[in-house]
């Protein structure tokens, strides 16, 4: 955004008309009223940015899923890769609305790009919300701002396949508990910051690319096969096409609980949910799709009733299943729900192709990514050498 606020240039009585402009507009008397309104205002003005800017906007019932799944009413709220505090937002809404006291969650986050920490904390500033974003912005990877922090919940949407996060810089990094994640592809390498950064019963749930679920290239399959093993994956959601604005890249949603036994809910070590939420949702407009109230609390309720010690979960053909390690061992460690919740009685096959065409989709992305990450050595190398490839 053009940094010209205070140049000679602009024109101060016009300045002063807009500020006037904006000062007049009726937000409503209450202050709780007031921040909804202006907030709202500019959470919308955030996503335009978003679009003409090429950050990924995290839809907000996306969020909302997020937060109604892990249900922060206490403690530590962590989200390293924060954006403009969207998922801050939203667990602050899920405690007030639920009768919670919003002094009994504290937040902690961190953004790399400059422009957009400045627009969380403006975010968060007009919510009256107080976060710890860090001293500045800067990388979570090779800058992490919060070494020492242990969240009792994680809340992320990070980028999807970055092929350039600096791992060639952090080889021996103790994050890299599962194994070193692949320089071409920073998925594994979020799960294991998540991980690293929970506390022995903190949750985390966040957006990854479907790539995540199946991919075996460059060591993926393995730490993907270690982390299943040492038990932390709680339930995997498949998200409908076309709720992003800026990317047509399925994703999916991980949950991940260091401690399947915490007493809140019914022991379930060594079983995982899935649940195949591809049906939910309805086209806002001609491109764009989202999840109503009712999907939000239909596909929360299907967890809460599986994790619950007198819940009345079943598992039900073509939506959710609940698999025990030994199933997934047989199916190579291998997480998209498709594979295990089946088809619905009475579907056609078009199902199980579209959990294939997934699957290869996925498989194809990543040997794209790979082949980026190749050719740019190939370039830098021939460049070191005196010949440069346009």
Same mark, same amino acid.
């Given at each position: 955004?053009?940094?010209?606020?205070?140049?000679? /240039?602009?024109?101060? #009585?016009?300045?002063?008309?807009?500020?006037?402009?904006?000062?007049?507009?009726?937000?409503?008397?209450? %202050?709780?009223?007031?921040?909804?309104?202006?907030?709202?205002?500019y959470e919308f003005f955030l996503? *335009? $940015?978003?679009?003409?800017?090429?950050?990924?906007?995290?839809?907000?019932?996306?969020?909302?899923?997020?937060? %109604?799944?892990?249900?922060?009413?206490?403690?530590?709220? &962590?989200?390293?890769?924060?954006?403009?505090?969207?998922?801050?937002?939203?667990?602050?809404?899920?405690?007030?609305?639920?009768? !919670?006291?919003?002094?009994?969650?504290?937040?902690?986050?961190?953004?790399? *790009?400059?422009?957009?920490?400045?627009?969380?904390?403006?975010?968060?500033?007009?919510?009256?919300?107080?976060?710890?974003?860090?001293?500045?912005?800067?990388?979570?990877?090779?800058?992490?701002?919060? =070494?020492?922090?242990?969240?009792? $919940?994680?809340?992320?949407?990070?980028?999807?396949?970055?092929?350039?996060?600096?791992?060639?810089?952090?080889?021996?990094?103790?994050?890299?508990?599962?194994?070193?994640?692949?320089?071409?592809?920073?998925?594994?390498?979020?799960?294991?910051?998540?991980?690293?950064?929970?506390?022995?019963?903190?949750?985390?749930?966040?957006?990854?690319?479907?790539?995540?679920?199946?991919?075996?290239?460059?060591?993926e399959g393995e730490i993907r096969?270690?982390? #299943?093993?040492?038990?932390?994956?709680?339930?995997?959601?498949?998200?409908?096409?076309?709720?992003?604005?800026?990317?047509?890249?399925?994703?999916?949603?991980? $949950?991940?609980?260091?401690?399947?036994?915490?007493?809140?809910?019914?022991?379930?070590?060594? %079983?995982?949910?899935?649940?195949?939420?591809?049906?939910?949702?309805?086209?806002?407009?001609?491109?764009?799709?989202?999840?109503?109230?009712?999907? #939000?609390?239909?596909?929360?309720?299907?967890?809460?009733?599986?994790?619950?010690?007198?819940?009345?979960?079943?598992?039900?053909?073509?939506?959710? =299943?609940?698999?025990? *390690?030994?199933?997934?061992?047989?199916?190579? &460690?291998?997480?998209?729900? !498709?594979?295990?919740?089946?088809? /619905?009685?009475? /579907?056609?096959?078009?199902i199980e192709f579209s959990v294939?065409?997934?699957?290869?989709?996925?498989?194809?992305?990543?040997?794209?990514?790979?082949?980026?990450?190749?050719?740019?050595? #190939?370039?830098?190398?021939?460049?070191?050498?005196?010949?440069?490839?346009?």
């Amino acid at each position: 955004m053009p940094k010209r606020y205070a140049r000679p /240039e602009l024109d101060k #009585i016009r300045l002063g008309k807009v500020v006037d402009l904006i000062s007049d507009i009726g937000l409503g008397d209450k %202050e709780s009223q007031s921040k909804d309104i202006l907030g709202n205002v500019y959470e919308f003005f955030l996503s *335009k $940015f978003a679009k003409i800017g090429g950050e990924v906007f995290t839809p907000k019932s996306i969020v909302k899923l997020l937060v %109604e799944m892990l249900q922060p009413f206490k403690g530590k709220v &962590f989200d390293p890769c924060c954006g403009s505090g969207g998922m801050f937002i939203q667990s602050e809404k899920f405690v007030l609305e639920h009768e !919670g006291k919003i002094d009994d969650i504290s937040i902690y986050g961190q953004e790399f *790009k400059a422009d957009t920490w400045k627009l969380a904390k403006m975010n968060l500033a007009i919510r009256h919300i107080e976060p710890d974003l860090g001293k500045r912005d800067a990388d979570s990877f090779l800058n992490n701002q919060h =070494k020492n922090l242990k969240a009792d $919940f994680v809340l992320a949407n990070p980028p999807f396949n970055d092929s350039h996060w600096g791992g060639d810089q952090l080889e021996d990094d103790v994050r890299w508990k599962y194994g070193k994640p692949p320089n071409s592809n920073a998925n594994f390498a979020w799960v294991q910051h998540f991980l690293h950064h929970l506390r022995p019963n903190g949750l985390a749930g966040f957006v990854l690319a479907n790539g995540s679920l199946s991919s075996m290239s460059s060591g993926e399959g393995e730490i993907r096969k270690a982390i #299943i093993e040492d038990d932390l994956v709680d339930c995997i959601v498949s998200l409908p096409g076309q709720l992003f604005l800026t990317t047509q890249i399925p994703v999916c949603l991980w $949950f991940l609980s260091k401690n399947k036994n915490d007493g809140k809910f019914r022991k379930r070590e060594g %079983e995982t949910l899935f649940i195949d939420a591809r049906k939910y949702g309805y086209m806002v407009d001609r491109v764009r799709k989202a999840f109503t109230d009712d999907d #939000i609390e239909n596909i929360a309720s299907i967890y809460f009733n599986w994790k619950s010690k007198d819940g009345e979960y079943e598992d039900v053909k073509g939506l959710c =299943k609940s698999v025990s *390690k030994k199933d997934m061992e047989k199916n190579n &460690f291998v997480l998209t729900p !498709g594979r295990y919740v089946g088809i /619905e009685s009475g /579907e056609i096959d078009d199902i199980e192709f579209s959990v294939k065409m997934d699957e290869l989709v996925s498989a194809l992305s990543d040997q794209f990514m790979l082949s980026k990450s190749i050719e740019a050595q #190939i370039k830098d190398g021939l460049g070191a050498l005196g010949w440069d490839l346009l």
